[in-house]
């Protein structure tokens, strides 16, 4: 297809690895899911301590607000709207790009959904190897110099175990 990047090697063998965005993120039919993940939970930790500090300096300038005479009562509003922005920057899309991230193991590819909303799809074919690294995957594919990384993917020690049995079927 379009979206394929593909080499030819030596002997005319076509090498098909890595097809992105254009990728639909579905199962074929007859396709079994082995591993489905998203990021683990800890990847959240400082978009809520954000959210906490944020959450403490307006409403402290609030009350500060208060008890303070001659204070616009419109300042409590800009406060609040300030609020309300950063909240949402620092907290809100931290967890939606979160939540829309997926690593998808089958018996046939590798899916990945980034925060995004790029697709990798990988052949178990195109593997040479792999490993686990920093709380992701790397992934180094026949036909590449450089390995291709996942980053936080969810359960990353049950992912390579089932990846591990599946490429060994093969």
Excluded: Y
């Excluded at 965005?21 to 683990?40: C, H, M």
């Excluded at 920057?89 to 790029?118: E, K, N, Y």
Aim: hydrophobic fraction near 45%; charged fraction near 20%.
């Amino acid at each position: 297809t379009a979206s394929e990047m593909c080499t030819t090697s030596g002997r005319n063998s076509r090498i098909c690895a890595v097809q992105q965005s254009r990728v639909k993120f579905q199962l074929a039919e007859g396709e079994t899911v082995l591993a489905d993940t998203n990021p683990p939970l800890t990847s959240l930790i400082f978009p809520l301590l954000e959210l906490i500090v944020i959450t403490g300096i307006a409403w402290i300038a609030i009350g500060w607000m208060d008890v303070t005479p001659f204070v616009n009562p419109q300042a409590h509003n800009i406060v609040v709207a300030v609020w309300a922005l950063l909240s949402v920057w620092r907290f809100v899309l931290p967890v939606v790009r979160h939540r829309r991230q997926r690593f998808l193991l089958t018996d046939r590819r590798i899916l990945a959904r980034s925060a995004r909303g790029a697709v990798d799809s990988i052949p178990l074919r195109q593997i040479h190897s792999f490993r686990r690294q920093r709380g992701g995957l790397s992934i180094a594919l026949w036909g590449f110099d450089q390995p291709v990384f996942f980053p936080q993917v969810g359960k990353a020690r049950a992912v390579e175990r089932a990846l591990d049995e599946s490429l060994r079927r093969r």
